[in-house]
């Protein structure tokens, strides 16, 4: 089954691509709260007992977590959402909205990888499926957007019973608003290193130097540059589910949700098989919550309450 859009996309698979245009930071993490002092015995002064290890960082900035999973704060702030008409490769259903993302929120540094999700679901999914590479920190894909919400679910109450998490704290999927507003890390390129497809080499895996070069799977996470916020691969390796689901006119305001109800669940980012269009921060996409394949995978947010 393949990802729906309107125009075909240089894969294998079927799927299809846009027609080129014509000439909550979180609650600041701490360190879990220090056992109280020993009680003093008369003629004597012992020491209080030592603090219980933080599992994050104070600074606000998280070690991994219990999965390995590391964590970047994303600030509070507005950006505009979509592309211009100017934008090559743009899509109809990207009218530019402004936006703001009124509380800040951790998001993982790159998606889902086959360890982390192994770690909480205790599945392989991708396991004798086609275009897969080995390697644990490969990303874990023929995951559709019921699994992705299972994974933020279990993962939440398995970081509770650890202890790892403060009250409220809880993982999940980024919203399609959050989701774009990360990517783009306060760029307004058509890709957070610029507007020079050129480059997308050096950010992305794209079917440019994967399907040609006979490396058609999603490639391991974190081999390519960053974006400004050290977010890894949010452009091309693979689509991203998002949680809302999808609407062609997007909205604007305080972190919009997208529709109450609907057919098909956002996807963003881009994949390994597609062309640099379809891996620019506005691009976007959709299917089946029930869809999956080589090229589908998610990564989550940490929030609060």
Known sequence: MALKKTTSARTSTGKTAKPKAPGTKAKAPGSLAAKKAAPRAKGSVKKPAAAKPARRTVAGRPEANSVGMKLVPIPAGSFTMGSPLTEKGRGTDE?????????PFLISRTVVTKAQWKGVMKTEPWKGQRCVVEGDDAPAVYVDWHDAVAFCRKLTVQERAGGWLEKGEHYRLPTEAEWEYACRAGTKTAWSFGADPRKLDDHAWHYGNTSDRKEAYAHRVGRK???????????????????DWYKSALAGGENPQGPSTGTMKVLRG????????????????????????????????????
């Open 270 to 305: 881009g994949g390994w098989g597609y062309d640099p269009a379809r891996c620019r921060s506005a691009d976007r996409n959709k299917n089946d919550a029930s869809f999956t394949d080589f090229s589908g995978g998610f990564r989550v947010v940490l929030a609060g309450e």
């Open 95 to 103: 009218a530019q909205q402004r936006v703001t993302i009124p509380h």
């Open 225 to 243: 540059k960053p974006n400004p916020w050290g977010l890894c691969d949010m452009h091309g390796n693979v689509y991203e589910w998002c949680s």
